[in-house]
């Protein structure tokens, strides 16, 4: 009985903390996903069928997995605007390597991770090197790359890779109890998240956070800052390319497949509690933050609500997060100044070495004794 009272303080903060944790920005996409779901399910009960509700999760997992990759650029203080490109350019190229020969399918997908990594690496190397803004660069670099895919479809839809390799996204493990099936899509962003997970608390992971939270602490700590960033990019870049894997499967080979997905990551990142301009963040919210983006979405289209309307919404999103950035910045900045303004009148003076110098040096007490007794006499 003892045990039990003494435990239960223990429950009560744990209790207490989590409770915190779903009001602050980084927990509240949880409630607020949590919201969503039960909202959509009450306007369409069949989406609470295990069936219905793991082919949602299909569906999300190529924008969870980019959001993921954003999640790192944004959390080191950048932007990578070039994703939904690196998407689209990954399809076109699956579509039109592979064909129908099936043998061509793991040397492509080899190609497609090599092309995605080196679009990270001359983002980021222009990014640190050359010092030019990541908006600017991710730009161009996106539409660089829409140019390159219109020129090559024309413009159409062009190409159709074997099933074989369609089955990375369409297919999954079958005769699940409950489920019918396990998609591999899932499969591969539980993975993804996973290993996100582990990277993010290894010292390079947090190594990123610091250098989105303060650049001159993390370059004064021995960091190599220039190649910190550009891994962001780097990640970022793959995992496009393994959401445009994943889209080959069910959303075919067309130029427009990956466009918007940039917006779509930022939207999710943001929604996730991630601050613009890097420091705070948590990658199981970002990817969490996809999750209730596209659950809005479903309950908007349930509501009747034209799809039209989903920019609007992404971007008073975006413009939110902004204003939540800018707010969160100035009140670090205060914080700071605070902080070091205290350190200052704390921290004792030291004497002036010219007021101690000018100062009369102090008259011995034996020669005090002989000047006293000469004046007396």
Do not use: C
């Not at 222009?126 to 390159?148: C, N, R």
């Not at 159409?156 to 390799?165: C, E, M, Q």
């Not at 910190?228 to 959401?243: G, P, R």
């Not at 983006?293 to 971007?315: C, I, K, M």
Request: glycine fraction near 12%.
């Amino acid at each position: 009985m003892s045990a039990v009272t003494s435990d239960s303080p223990s429950f009560g903060r744990r209790l207490a903390g989590f409770g915190r944790t779903l009001i602050s920005p980084r927990g509240a996409v949880f409630l607020l996903l949590i919201v969503l779901l039960v909202a959509i399910t009450v306007l369409n009960p069949s989406f609470a069928e295990p069936g219905q509700f793991i082919r949602f999760v299909q569906r999300v997992a190529p924008v969870a997995i980019v959001a993921i990759g954003q999640y790192f650029v944004i959390v080191g203080g950048e932007f990578d605007l070039s994703m939904g490109s690196v998407v689209t350019a990954q399809v076109v190229i699956a579509g039109n390597l592979i064909g129908q020969d099936e043998s061509k399918s793991i040397p492509v997908l080899l190609f497609m991770l090599a092309f995605g990594a080196f679009i990270g690496l001359v983002n980021g190397l222009i990014v640190t090197l050359l010092k030019v803004p990541s908006f600017i660069v991710t730009l161009g670099m996106m539409l660089a790359l829409l140019g390159a895919t219109l020129y090559w479809t024309g413009g159409a839809a062009t190409g159709n890779p074997a099933d074989g390799f369609r089955q990375i996204g369409r297919g999954g493990i079958r005769d699940i109890p409950v489920i019918e099936i396990l998609p591999w899509s899932v499969v591969i962003l539980v993975v993804i998240l996973l290993v996100a997970i582990w990277f993010a608390r290894r010292p390079f992971g947090r190594t990123i956070i610091a250098l989105g939270d303060n650049p001159t602490a993390a370059s004064y700590s021995g960091a190599r800052s220039w190649w910190v960033k550009t891994s962001t990019f780097i990640i970022s870049s793959l995992s496009a390319t393994v959401a445009g894997v994943l889209l080959v499967g069910y959303a075919g080979v067309h130029p427009s497949v990956g466009r918007g997905y940039e917006f779509t990551a930022i939207t999710a990142v943001v929604l996730g509690g991630v601050v613009l301009g890097g420091g705070r963040g948590w990658v199981v919210a970002a990817a969490a933050g996809a999750f209730a983006l596209e659950a809005l979405f479903t309950l908007l289209n349930f509501a009747g609500v034209p799809s039209t309307y989903r920019d609007a919404v992404q971007g008073f999103i975006i413009i939110l997060a902004v204003a939540y950035a800018a707010t969160t910045f100035r009140a670090r900045r205060r914080g700071s100044a605070l902080e070091t303004s205290a350190g200052a009148q704390a921290e004792p003076k030291e004497p002036d070495a010219a007021a101690a110098s000018a100062r009369p040096a102090p008259i011995p007490s034996t020669q005090r004794a002989d000047n006293e007794t000469k004046g007396g006499s």
